[in-house]
């Protein structure tokens, strides 16, 4: 990674606010005892994933996992892939780490943190099959853009993090945002769009409750699929 986007990435603003909302007793419990079994704590060194996992597999990367609903259903769905689910907001996190016990996933883990240093610190570059980014927080106002997570550096560190052949999966219900994610990753070199456009929802997408609720709404949900070159 270029110094450069390395202090590109080390910026003020931040994509997200980490909200004091109530949890239930049984997201606690997610966030206390399922962590201490699925969770994997922040390092600022190189993860060696497959210890992590106990094997060697294809590692895909989610962005946001919200409430988990989504990163759950995926991971079950292939188990011949590891996932690695990022999210800062203790009741996602409380639920997740309850889903996958209750289902009995296996190819999950979690890690508690910023996804920025997460890549920048945890993942080898060229190492990963996927990322994930779903239903981004779109930021309406227009004084609010600059906090949107899809910024030129962001995805040039996620490009730089994707092996040869690995994709980057991203889906918005707000055409606005996903009008600025299809520009700005279209401006970078190393990825290539699988479509021309906006891409068709791939059949391994689930519809989420936050997505069927913007449907309900009238928004308009928009895929975009890049992949990187073999």
């Known amino acids: 990674m270029t110094e450069q986007l390395e202090q590109g990435m080390h910026r003020p603003i931040r994509s997200f606010v980490v909200r004091a909302g109530r949890m239930s007793p049984k997201q606690q419990r997610g966030l206390t005892d399922g962590m201490a079994r699925l969770g994997v704590p922040y390092r600022e060194d190189v993860m060696d994933w497959s210890q992590a996992f106990g094997r060697v597999a294809p590692l895909i990367l989610e962005i946001g996992c919200g409430m988990g609903q989504t990163t759950a259903a995926i991971a079950a769905?292939?188990?011949?892939?590891?996932?690695?689910g990022v999210e800062v907001h203790p009741p996602g996190v409380g639920n997740l780490c309850n889903l996958l016990e209750e289902q009995r996933v296996a190819n999950v883990r979690v890690i508690?943190?910023?996804?920025?240093?997460?890549?920048?610190?945890?993942?080898?570059?060229?190492?990963?099959?996927?990322?994930?980014i779903y239903f981004p927080d779109p930021w309406h106002k227009k004084r609010h853009n600059k906090r949107r997570l899809v910024q030129p550096?962001?995805?040039?560190?996620?490009?730089?993090?994707?092996?040869?052949?690995?994709?980057?999966?991203?889906?918005?219900?707000?055409?606005?945002?996903?009008?600025?994610?299809?520009?700005?990753l279209n401006s970078e070199p190393s990825l290539k769009n699988s479509a021309d456009g906006f891409a068709a929802k791939p059949e391994w997408r689930p519809l989420t409750k936050f997505e069927l609720r913007g449907i309900k709404l009238g928004h308009e949900v928009r895929d975009i699929l890049f992949y990187r070159p073999i």
């Open 77 to 84: 769905a292939q188990p011949e892939n590891d996932f690695i």
């Open 112 to 132: 508690q943190h910023d996804a920025v240093d997460v890549l920048q610190h945890m993942i080898a570059p060229h190492s990963l099959h996927g990322v994930h």
């Open 153 to 184: 550096a962001l995805v040039s560190l996620i490009a730089s993090r994707l092996a040869n052949g690995g994709y980057l999966h991203m889906a918005t219900d707000w055409v606005p945002y996903a009008d600025q994610m299809l520009e700005v």
